[in-house]
């Protein structure tokens, strides 16, 4: 079964930090530019940050810059997300996704979170308050 599966939500703080991970059964992520998206209660769904499949390009919503780093280990076939200095804006239901055919330069200008993704996680809950 293709899928991917994400993990490393939950509650915290507001200033805390949360480490989510994206990990792929059934195919192999290298092949994938990987995006985190999320969703907050009556909002739409925005792209936080993505990572190319070659791993040299990344990019970030300008809400979260500073803050989130995107990561990925090609060996254990998961993507990371390190979360720092967390707000009550960020909490919402975390999404990752998978795209074949985003690369390098759709993910260095910003154009990833517009393209399709073939592979979508079911989210990770993560929730910012005191």
């Known amino acids: 079964q293709l899928q991917l599966v994400e993990s490393g939500g939950g509650l915290v703080q507001p200033g805390g930090s949360l480490r989510l991970s994206c990990a792929a059964s059934?195919?192999?992520?290298?092949?994938?530019?990987i995006g985190w998206f999320r969703q907050a209660p009556g909002k739409d769904r925005e792209g936080v940050s993505c990572?190319?499949?070659?791993?040299?390009?990344?990019n970030y919503a300008d809400s979260v810059k500073g803050r989130f780093t995107i990561s990925r280990d090609n060996a254990k076939n998961t993507v990371s997300l390190q979360m720092n200095s967390l707000k009550p804006e960020d909490t919402g239901i975390y999404y990752c996704?998978?795209?074949?055919?985003?690369?390098?330069?759709?993910?260095?200008?910003?154009?990833?979170?517009?393209?399709?993704?073939?592979?979508w996680g079911q989210g990770t809950q993560v929730t910012v308050s005191s």
């Open positions: 996704a998978a795209a074949l055919r985003v690369g390098d330069y759709d993910v260095g200008m910003g154009r990833w979170r517009y393209k399709s993704y073939d592979y």
């Open positions: 990572i190319s499949k070659s791993g040299r390009s990344t």
């Open positions: 059934g195919f192999t992520l290298k092949y994938y530019s």
